[in-house]
């Protein structure tokens, strides 16, 4: 099934074409709840097995909840993986950078669960030589460069070359409520968006670009601290 999404003058489209036993990794933010919601609305689309993975260091405990995708989803049967939870605490001798952690996450859950396909909603950092906005102690982090996907693997990311306001458009036209949410990498799910940390402003950005449609959804002053 056909999405078209983003601005006039940023228009793209994608095509999601779910088949045999399929799986999402979702974290509680929205980009991974839009693709979700996405699938929900593709007729005749497979049971959409949930997974969500436990973290440590910085954006551990606290941060992404398996209790905020039962929530978005009103689902009760999240496959919870911990498998790799060495990887991702910083103090730890087994440490990894996330996009490898995320990479063997995937593999092992397509092996373990016989997944034809696994959904995730990773997607494009806007690189600053094409959005100048982005330079500067603005805002925080530094550029993260592209993520990818080895080819041998399931999985799919059908907004890997998206940016981010193409996936709030997506949300908007899809009347998918993103309100509960939770993307901040610098106060925890139960304190809600610090409106500062990178992750914040992204979102803000995106929105920004959509100005157009700022009536079509009353609920973004989520991002507009």
């Known amino acids: 099934m056909k999405f078209e999404c983003g601005p006039k003058w940023d228009t793209r489209i ?25 699938l929900k609305s ?58 490898e952690v995320l990479i063997k996450t995937n593999v092992w859950i397509e092996e373990e669960y ?33 993520w990818y996907i080895p080819k041998y693997t399931k999985v799919i990311c059908p907004f890997l070359h998206l940016y981010k306001y193409h996936i709030m458009d997506l949300g908007i036209k899809h009347n998918v409520d993103i309100s509960q949410t939770h993307s901040c990498n610098d106060w925890p799910t139960t304190k ?10 992204e979102k803000k950005w995106g929105f920004s670009e959509l100005e157009d449609k700022f009536h079509l959804y009353p609920k973004l002053n989520f991002y507009q601290e």
């Open 14 to 38: 994608i095509n999601i074409e779910p088949k045999g036993k399929i799986g999402i990794l979702m974290s509680g933010g929205a980009d991974s709840f839009i693709l979700y919601e996405l």
């Open 42 to 99: 593709i007729p005749d689309c497979p049971h959409i097995n949930i997974f969500w993975v436990e973290t440590g260091g910085d954006t551990g405990a606290g941060w992404d909840l398996v209790e905020t995708v039962e929530l978005l989803t009103g689902r009760d049967d999240i496959i919870v993986v911990e498998k790799f939870l060495k990887h991702t605490e910083n103090d730890s001798p087994d440490y990894l950078p996330w996009n």
């Open 114 to 146: 016989k997944l034809d396909i696994l959904y995730n909603g990773t997607n494009m950092n806007p690189p600053p030589e094409f959005f100048p906005e982005f330079h500067g102690e603005n805002f925080g982090t530094p550029y993260r460069g592209h």
């Open 192 to 201: 809600g968006h610090c409106g500062k940390c990178r992750t914040c402003l």
